[in-house]
């Protein structure tokens, strides 16, 4: 089987949910959904290292590849992440190249980056499978870099560049604001920007990913070049879906 980075880097569609409830039992339901990839968040959730773990441990039954969204970037919550297991870390708020660089080197081991080397983790099977994961770390972890501010978006092309960047991602809420353009995805502006995104991804052979309120936006933006889709959250779904369900009741009494 690939590895979600092969597919990435051959820009082959791969679709994934966020998980901000920072449950195990919320977490074990995503990846049993039969998505691609899923997206623990630590940004804007409540997650610790101990949650991460639970989450991580649940998924583990499913195929489902787990990628962690760090709170910054920060060399000591990549290194947890993917020492629990992650197979990729999103990080937030790059606006440069430098950043960039940072990110993936925090992701290596040493010669190539300044990843802490744990041999006992539970990443590699807690040292049982040490040389074999550290020779996998280098070559398949997913390095996803999200484009939030008009910093970025400037110099989206040159974080492409960077070697070990394998998805330039879009926060649309960040970008939208950050642009004062709240209305994101019914702005021609915003699109504007959008795309510039992806072509300069796709100018660096790397995959434009965004994060998407429902599925209606895809197929505009699949053909605008985004690969790396994510769509909705277990919070939001399950909000959705009791509104739902309890207008549902009330009809019912007509």
């Not at 040292?127 to 398949?140: L, P």
């Amino acid at each position: 089987m690939k590895s979600i980075r092969s597919r990435v880097q051959n820009r082959e569609n791969v679709y994934g949910v966020w998980c901000s409830l920072a449950s195990p039992i919320g977490g074990e339901i995503v990846a049993g959904a039969g998505y691609d990839w899923m997206l623990l968040d630590v940004e804007h959730a409540p997650g610790s290292p101990a949650t991460l773990l639970a989450q991580l441990q649940a998924a583990a039954a499913f195929p489902v590849v787990p990628i962690v969204r760090v709170p910054m970037l920060d060399r000591v919550w990549c290194k947890w992440a993917l020492d629990l297991g992650a197979a990729g870390i999103m990080f937030p708020n790059i606006d440069d190249a430098a950043q960039a660089e940072a990110a993936v080197s925090f992701m290596r081991y040493p010669p190539q980056g300044v990843r802490g080397v744990g041999p006992a983790v539970r990443a590699s099977d807690y040292g049982r499978e040490f040389k074999g994961y550290a020779s996998r770390a280098q070559e398949k972890l997913l390095g996803v870099m999200q484009i939030e501010s008009p910093a970025a978006v400037e110099h989206c092309a040159a974080i492409a560049a960077v070697r070990g960047v394998d998805v330039l991602f879009v926060g649309p809420a960040d970008l939208g604001a950050s642009l004062e353009l709240p209305e994101r995805f019914a702005d021609p502006r915003f699109m504007d920007v959008l795309q510039r995104i992806a072509d300069a991804a796709r100018g660096q052979g790397k995959a434009a990913g965004i994060l998407l309120p429902s599925p209606d936006p895809a197929p505009t933006l699949r053909e605008m070049g985004y690969s790396f889709i994510g769509v909705s959250s277990d919070s939001m779904l399950l909000v959705r879906a009791l509104a739902d369900n309890l207008k549902a009741l009330w009809a019912s009494e007509k």
